[in-house]
Each structure stands twice: as structure tokens, then as C-alpha cells.
């Protein structure tokens, strides 16, 4: 069994508490993963030295105070507030949906601890964090901002959502596109049962006014492998279409149908600089998490 | 194709659940919330066909999966497939006649017809009836018993001179079938079927009642050159010290060559002679002494070899004596001394001569010699008719003479005797009424009225003759025909010396048959010389020759065949099939089996089919395609 919680899996990830203690202990886990120190930056302004360690960048090193010293020291610098993140977590009725209740959680459970586990670690690293959760309309909204309290408040916006509604993306990216005055980082969480043109023409314009986008795209894995049945009757909770169909004669070609669509979905964000990635919700945090690191250093 | 267990059958209604399962059942279809459902919409879309495709395979191989367990559950059979088969009354007709010893192609037909019947026999069932019955040897009884003993019978049938009448044998197997006990029946029918082994048959049984597998070789066989028919002077023997002729017909292709004829006397070759095809030949013969004269005409053997020989045997004694009694008709009276002339007869006292020729019953209360034979003339006066009817009485000759109302000219019928009486007339006779209540034996010849003319009988005083008419001119035109002379040589000359008391026969081959008197004597399966024996004597030679029948190859239609067959019949023509085409009248090989490993192929494929999808997942769910592996490392 894993020591770290951020490379727990989503089931029993689950049973440790809330969002916050979910989210706190991921993003401990995952930054002591990574062997840096959580505490202090290494963006513009110098700080202080401290004693070389194992870990540390080799950049870093102070070739003087070695030169005069034959000891490593590394030059700390304060934290510098420079990205707006936006987090956008869709909160439709489809989000509330898993393959196996009781065992796997919700899509909207992954999505609001990794919007709570990417925030700690934007604040964290002195970025500015704000964040909107919609279905068809923007159901809540906090404005970018730093600060150790911001992550509360951004907690508190984001614990008491409830899945419902049908899924209008675009109309959330394009209102997020209005408000967002300074260019920064956009990440949507969403399983993406959408209006897929719509909503990649608002990802797009999204980008084309600066912004760095990231796309989580949450799938249950249900949503990939289509349950063991025979005759059933699927019901989209969204739109209430209804279909009689026998799981088996379906079964190859739904599965192709998902791995095209996600294909589609990759095939038209990336080449407009637009990042996406599939995230299974029985994978542990971690995983989208490490995406979004690297995602963070492009942007230095 | 049948089936043990035909109530399984109503299990086949299951085949419908299949079917009201596809039809309805996705109607009440489990309800179950499922977002992604635009995905499986496309799908939906893009697949319907080969969906729709998919589960019309599904349903048709659910119902080939239950149609083949219900099939195999009524436990089906295949008819004549060579399995086990219900108990069954079988009568093997094994053609051993004469022409059964034909040569074709280098081997015998006979030995073909033993290899089918042994086919039966191997086929045959502890609990079937099997009857033997040799067309050849008709005298025979039917041989039953276990399928060893049936075979070896067939191993030992060989080829006889005689003929086979397979009309007769159908109808003994009809008659054995029927009296089995055994509901199925069949007769294997193995023959060369001659088209002459039918004649005079009819129906041979109830309509539809016993099916009959015929082997037929469907091979057309040319005519055969054979020898049809001997006949020694005329068909009267000749007397003592007398030369004859005999004249043998041969019989066969008219494109034939001429054959070479021998005749053979006592074991010698007496003479020669070449025969046409269709034409008789003839050899002089004789003179002899008294007693008996065997031997035969042969010519060179060829594919049928029982018809290549004939065979002849007489008795040559002494001219009889004869007297006549009472007014004698002109013309009587006029060929008496020509045969006498002739030597074909000598003059005796009444009392002393071996034949009486009585004219109204004149002379045959005299005493005469033992075993006298008497040749009796009706007076022209019906009123001599009571006289001549107490003669008849005290003579122990149940026949009398009445008058009789029936006027004009009338032929003569019914008569097989060697002298033509085609052209005799007869324009007034008396009625011969036979004695008691006794039946119309012995008439030789009758009228076209059907009153007999002549008639034949044995006292214990010795032979009879009685004429219903007068032979004189105003009775019949006998007397200026050329038949004249002949009737009375073939008249005094019938009655022999004959011998009785005799006590065994020697047939051809030698062995001596002791005869019972409570038992007819019909073994006769070769043809040849038959010797009647007193003790060690010779009383009596029989030349036994085989049926011109047999000689005639040309097999029967298949269309008249099955006309005169007792049962629906099944036609094989090659031997190697036999053994499929019998015991038809019951079960073949099950083939239950099979149905079940052709079931589970098919509920194999239809879980194939119908786990499709999971088993492509199988092999895919390690690429979890969409996944960014960026991410992992």
C-alpha cells in the first residue's frame, strides 16, 4: 500500500475525510515526491541561503559562497505572485454519475479534489487561484486571488456543489473569457459530455486571448467499457434520451466510438497550443497532478 | 429419416423463446442512467446494420441450438443407412436356376447373386426372420434358422437345371412374411430377372404389403444359342429292330452361326449334324433291340452351359398285338392293316391281343390277357348306347356314354398329344359322363363345346381309350385327314410294357433316391437321365431336360417388374449399395450424436458471437487509448 496519499487511489483516497484533508495531504505527498521545498520559490527576488541538500537545483548553487567557503549553498528567493489560475469545474448532472456506486467516486468527486489539490499547490507556489463551477450557467465564482485564505474560501465555494443540470461549457468558458482581464492559466475539469464543437471554439478563444489552457477530461471507467448486460434501456440523465440496446452487439464498436471521440478532443485542442488530458477516475490524483506540474515549468 | 422418441419433438416449441425474446423482451429491458450516451447514440447510428446483422445471427443461432438438442432428444435415425434397424421379417429369394450358372464376364452369376444375399444375412439382426428360399429348386422348403445356417445355405446353393418361377417365389414370401408375427417385412429379391421366370404371373401379393429390394445387374444379356426341343419320330418311339429319326431344334440369335450337333447314344457319339439358328437338324437314329435307349444331343458348350445338352431316353419293345371287335369303320378297318403292314402293330385273337379296339362295347366282356389295354369306338345307333354302358360298367370304367342334343361341327381343344388334329372336325359325338361323383379326369381332348372327345384311364384290368365319337365318315372327317394314320399309331402304341413296383430312382448324378409312396418324388435339380428302379432293374428311363425358359436371357422391364411385385420396390443395381438399400423398414444409424456436437459448435459460436465484445476488450484494455502516459512519468 502507498504511504503518500496522492498516489492513493480515488476509492480509497476517499475514506480519508473531506476536500480539505484530501487535498492537503495529496498535495504534501505529492510535493515531498517531487523533493523540493514547498516553502520558499525560486522566482525573482533573492531571499536568503541556506545549506545545499540533496534535491536541491544545482542552479541554484551559490558559486561564490562556495568559492569562498568550499561549502554549497543555494540562494532562496521570496515567492513571486505571477499566474492567474482559473480552475473551471463542470458540476452538470453527468458529473454526479460513477460505474460503481459505493466503490468508485463520482467524476465530481475527482473534480473537486483535483481543482482542491491543483489550488493548494498554485497558492502555495504564490500563485493566485479563482474558480467557477457550472452546468449550463456559472453556479459559482470566486475570483482569482493568493493568499492561504483564498484556499479556504475557495473550498468553501467549491465542497457544497452538486451535481445537476445539463452541461453548457461554452457559455461558462466564454463568460470566464469575459471576466479574465489578465492573461493566465485556465484548467477545465470536465467529463466533457458537451456540445463538443461549441465548446472547443470557446477553448480556442479562450487561448487566442493569451490564456494557457488545460483541459482535464475526467472519464469514469464505465465510460469506457460499457457494463456487463445483456437487453437494456441506457437513460441520459441530461438530455432524457432513451435507448434500448443490447450491450453486447454494441460493446466493440462503443468502445471505438469513445476512443475516437477522445481522439477528436485531442486531434482539435492540441495543435492550438491547448493541453488535454484523459484522466480515468480510478487513477490516483497525483497523475494529473504531475501533469500539471510540468505544465507550470513551461510556464516558468 | 425417423425418429425413437417422436414425443420430443413437442420440446421444439421451445424454438419460440428464442424468437419472443427478440421480439419483446428488450421492451421490458433493464432501465439504467448512463451519461455517456451520445457515444453509444453514434454508435447506434453507424452500426445498425451490422448490429441488426449480429443479433438476427444470434437468434438464428439460438434456434439452430435448440432445434438441434430437441432433434437430438427424439433421438432421429437414418432409413437404410446400414445401423440397427426394427425386427423384421425378411425372405431372401436367391435365383439359382438355370441361368443363374451363366458366365458374365469371367465369373458366374449365381456366385454374384450368393455374395449380395450373404450382404443381407450380414445385415440381418439377431431378432429378424430370415428366410431362405432357392427360386432353382422350388420342390424346397424355405431354410430358416441363425444367420450362420442362412449363410452357409447360401454358400452351398448351386446352380440347377431347373426353372425358377419367381412369381411363385413371391408369393411363398408374401405367405412367410405374413405369418412372422413381426410387423416390418421385406424380401430381398436377388435374381438375374429373366423376363421367363415371370411368365404366367400375376399379383404376386396384397397390394403395398411387403416391400421388396430387387438386385438388379441392369445388364441386357444377348440372346443365347441353345437347344430348344428334341422330339424322336415324330414323338412315337420306334419299335424293335425300327430306324427313326430325331429331330432337335436349335434356338438362340438369329445373327448366329451355325452350331455343331452330336448326338451321343449310350455313352458313344452316334452321329453328327450342324444345326442352324432357329432351324431343327436331323439325326437318324436306331435301329435298337428291346429296352430301354438313352443318350443326348449336345453341341459346343458356351457362356450358359445348361442349355447345351438335351437329353433323351425311350423304351423300344416289340409291336404290340391288337384285335378289333364289332363293325369297324370303313377307314378303321383300312389303317389297321397298314400298320400292321408297317410293323407297327400284329394281329391277334381277341382274347390274346394286348390291344382291343371294341366297337360298341363288342368283345370287352371276353377274358383277355392281364393288363389288357381297350380302345373303345360309340356305335352309330344311339340305341346300342345302354349295351355299350353296362360294358363300361363290368369293365370297371367309370364313364358312360350319353346322347347328346348338340348339333354342327365342332373343333378339337385341350389336346397336347404329339399328333396334329388341328383340321379334325367333329360333327356328331355322344356325351362322355364321367362315373359318380368322380372328378372330369383323363379327358385328353374335348370339343370346342367343351364335351370331352377323348378320354384316358387305367382299371385294374388294364388301360382305356375312349373316343366320343365314331371314327367313321359321317361322325368326324378324321378318317380323310392325314391325322388318321398317326392317332392310330400314337393310339396302340401308347401303352407299354410299363412295370410297377418301383422302388428307388437313381438321378443323374448316381444316387439312389428310395421312393415313398406317401411322398412325391420332385428332386430333380439336374438336368439328365432318371432311372426308375425294381430292385436292381431298370423299369423305366426319364430324360429330365432343362425349360427352354431358362435359355431366354432378356431380362424383364423394371416397369412390369414393379407391377407384379407384392410391395413398393427398391431397385439396386450395384451390389457395393445392397447393404444400404435393405432392412429399410426401420431405423438407420442415430444420429443423435452428431445433432449434439453440431448443438454445441453452434452454442459455441453463438457465445463467440454473443461475448464478442468482451473478448476484444481482453486484448485492447492495456492501451487505454485517450490516457495520457505524459503524465505518468
Known sequence: ?300 | MGFLSPIFLLAGLAVAVPLILHLFHRQDAKRMVFPALQYLLRTEKEHARTIRFRQLLLLILRMAAIVLLVAAGARPFLRGGGGVHDPTATVLIVDNSMSSGLIRGGARVLDLLKAVALRSIDRASDEDRVWLIRAGEPWGPAITGSRADLSAAVLETEATDARGDLGIALERAVVLTSGSGLAAAEIHLISDLQASAFEGTGSTGEAGSVPVVVFDQGAGDRENAFLDSLLIGGGLPPLANQRTRLSVRVAGDADSADVPLRLVVANRIRGAATGGVNNSALLPIGPFAAGNVEGHVETDPDDLRGDDRRFFAFRVRAAPTLAISGSAPFFLSEAIPVLVDAGRIRPAAVRDAEILVSVAGAGMTEAGTAGRAIVVLPPNDPALLPGLNRALTSEGIPWRYEPTAARGEAGITRWNGPVDLDEVRVRSHYTLIPGGDGPNQGVLASLSSGDPWLVEGTTPRGPYLLFASDLDEESTNLPVTAALMPLMEWTVSRWGDTQGGTTSIRDPSGTLHPVDATQPFTATPAAGLYEFLAGDSTIEMIALNAPRQESLLLPIETSVLRSLLPGPATMVTDSARWTRAVFSAGQGPEIWRWLLVAAALVLIAESLVAASGPTADKSRSGARPGLQDTASD
Open chain 1, 1 to 300: 500500500m502507498h504511504s503518500r496519499p496522492d498516489l492513493l487511489d480515488p476509492q480509497t483516497l476517499s475514506q480519508l475525510g473531506g476536500v480539505e484533508l484530501i487535498a492537503r495531504q495529496v498535495v504534501e505527498g505529492f510535493i515531498m515526491g517531487l523533493h523540493r521545498s514547498p516553502h520558499r520559490g525560486f522566482s525573482a527576488e533573492f531571499a536568503e541561503r541556506r545549506a545545499y541538500q540533496p534535491g536541491d537545483d544545482l542552479r541554484h548553487i551559490d558559486w561564490r559562497m562556495f568559492g569562498r567557503s568550499d561549502r554549497y549553498y543555494v540562494k532562496q528567493y521570496e515567492e513571486e505572485t505571477n499566474l492567474r489560475a482559473y480552475l473551471l469545474v463542470d458540476v452538470s448532472t453527468s458529473m454526479g454519475w460513477t460505474s460503481n456506486p459505493g466503490t468508485l467516486p463520482t467524476k465530481l468527486w475527482y473534480a473537486k479534489h483535483l481543482a482542491a489539490s491543483l489550488s493548494l499547490i498554485l497558492l502555495r507556489q504564490g500563485d493566485s487561484v479563482g474558480m467557477a463551477a457550472f452546468h449550463e450557467e456559472v453556479v459559482a465564482r470566486m475570483a482569482p486571488r493568493g493568499g492561504a485564505r483564498s484556499w479556504h474560501e475557495l473550498l468553501a465555494r467549491l465542497s457544497p456543489l452538486e451535481a445537476q443540470g445539463s452541461t453548457s461549457a461554452h457559455t461558462a468558458l466564454r463568460d470566464i473569457a469575459v471576466r479574465l482581464r489578465r492573461r493566465g492559466l485556465v484548467v477545465l475539469l470536465s467529463d466533457l459530455l458537451v456540445d463538443p464543437d461549441t465548446t472547443r471554439t470557446a477553448l480556442r478563444f479562450l487561448k487566442h486571448q493569451g490564456h494557457e489552457v488545460l483541459v482535464f477530461h475526467l472519464i469514469d471507467p464505465g465510460e469506457r467499457e460499457l457494463p456487463a448486460a445483456g437487453d437494456t434501456r441506457l437513460f441520459d440523465p441530461e438530455t432524457g434520451d432513451e435507448l434500448n440496446v443490447n450491450i453486447a452487439d454494441v460493446r466493440s464498436a462503443y468502445r471505438d466510438a469513445v476512443k475516437d471521440a477522445l481522439a477528436e478532443w485531442d486531434r482539435s485542442l492540441r495543435p492550438h497550443g491547448i493541453d488535454y488530458v484523459v484522466v480515468g477516475t480510478e487513477t490516483p490524483l497525483s497523475r494529473a497532478l504531475r501533469f500539471y506540474l510540468r505544465k507550470r515549468e513551461h510556464l516558468g
